[in-house]
């Protein structure tokens, strides 16, 4: 946890409102392997990390609620009682999307003050967004007594960012941002909701971000049309989702659909077998096969599923030719944001110099290592 944020977080709620904060810490998280398969109801493999977003939240004193983002320097104002999206789809409506979701549950929200900060940049593909929502729920949640348990909690964040956002997210980021525990990862079933908890330690090997710092604007829209396509081969097979479907069953509609939906789907099929293999590979520490799992879940991910970019592609080519990295994938939603890479501890700072220098000469500007380590979920400081 950056101590500095927090403080700064404390600091300015104390100088705006005049009165002691409740501090929440709700992790960002990556995913080990497991990409585009939570929303087809398949397995995914993430973990909470020590970087995320700090929130400080206190009943207002006053008739209005003020929301301030330290980070972009902006304040919003609203009160509880008359709450609607904006259409300028900025930070506010992942907070007033959670109040909407609680409130549907037929619990009274009252006014109150929020001032929140993170230590993981938006658009890395790091779950910023789900791990401000957390915190939203949790520390309201907290404040008023509301009693939810934490899966409600999850729900009330994926609903808000269904609702408000616009984005038709999975359940995987809320829960591991929720339920991260400290060195592990959680193999997550997405119909069931069931995990287990696994130790994510190769011993000699590390996992390492490389963010591009780059966001491609097809992001958002591409996701919600690789959402669409696959539930619409499930709606043709008359499955509940990708997750039942096999490849055989696939080949039966191949003449219905165009060869990129097909490619697309089978991607998922694919991707949810991987990340069954890499848990067995984990259990028993085999550390070059669960690299090689990462590896083909990239070459998926840029030439079937297509949500890769150049910027992405060219930090994995480059990884998989050097033999400090034993596997390397892009994570998140795509077209942007950041690669995960398991490297030697010995060879690392070696390989990201080198890295480092590659990327600037190739792109004229710079990518950013992040170096996190394995943390606890959503709590009070």
């Given at each position: ?82 709450i609607s999206p904006l259409t300028t789809n900025g930070w506010q409506n992942y907070i007033l999307g959670v ?193 090689n799992l990462l590896f083909e879940s990239h070459k998926g991910l840029s030439e079937q599923y297509n949500v ?74």
């Amino acid at each position: 946890m950056n101590q500095s944020v927090k403080e700064q977080v404390q600091q300015e709620f104390l100088n705006y409102f005049k009165i002691e904060p409740l501090l929440i810490f709700s992790p960002g998280r990556i995913n080990l392997i497991g990409e585009h398969t939570d929303y087809n109801e398949g397995y995914v493999f993430p973990a909470a990390i020590d970087k995320g977003i700090y929130t400080a939240i206190q009943q207002s004193k006053t008739d209005k609620s003020t929301l301030v983002a330290l980070d972009k320097n902006e304040q919003y104002e609203f009160t509880t009682n008359s709450i609607s999206p904006l259409t300028t789809n900025g930070w506010q409506n992942y907070i007033l999307g959670v109040v909407s979701e609680i409130q549907k549950k037929g619990k009274t929200i009252p006014n109150f003050n929020l001032v929140f900060s993170g230590d993981i940049p938006f658009g890395a593909g790091l779950s910023s967004s789900a791990a401000l929502e957390n915190s939203v729920v949790f520390g309201l949640n907290e404040l008023l007594q509301l009693q939810l348990t934490k899966h409600e909690m999850i729900f009330i964040s994926q609903k808000a960012e269904h609702n408000f956002v616009g984005v038709k997210c999975g359940i995987m980021d809320q829960y591991a941002s929720m339920f991260g525990q400290k060195n592990k990862a959680m193999h997550l079933d997405c119909k069931t909701l069931e995990a287990t908890i696994h130790s994510a330690a190769f011993e000699g090997y590390e996992f390492i971000l490389i963010n591009t710092n780059v966001k491609h604007s097809l992001a958002d829209s591409a996701y919600n049309k690789r959402r669409a396509v696959c539930e619409n081969i499930s709606k043709l097979l008359n499955k509940p989702s990708l997750r039942d479907v096999k490849d055989h069953d696939l080949n039966t509609i191949k003449d219905k659909i165009s060869l990129e939906e097909y490619e697309q789907a089978l991607y998922v099929i694919q991707e949810n077998k991987r990340t069954l293999q890499a848990v067995k590979a984990l259990e028993i520490d085999n550390v070059s096969n669960f690299g090689n799992l990462l590896f083909e879940s990239h070459k998926g991910l840029s030439e079937q599923y297509n949500v890769s970019c150049l910027e992405l592609d060219f930090l994995v080519i480059n990884a998989q030719k050097n033999p400090a990295v034993i596997g390397a994938r892009m994570m998140g939603g795509g077209f942007g944001g950041c690669t995960i890479n398991l490297i030697k501890t010995s060879k690392k700072g070696a390989f990201l110099t080198q890295i480092q220098q590659e990327y600037a000469q190739e792109f004229k500007q710079n990518c950013a290592i992040y170096e996190v380590n394995l943390s606890n979920g959503t709590q009070i400081i």
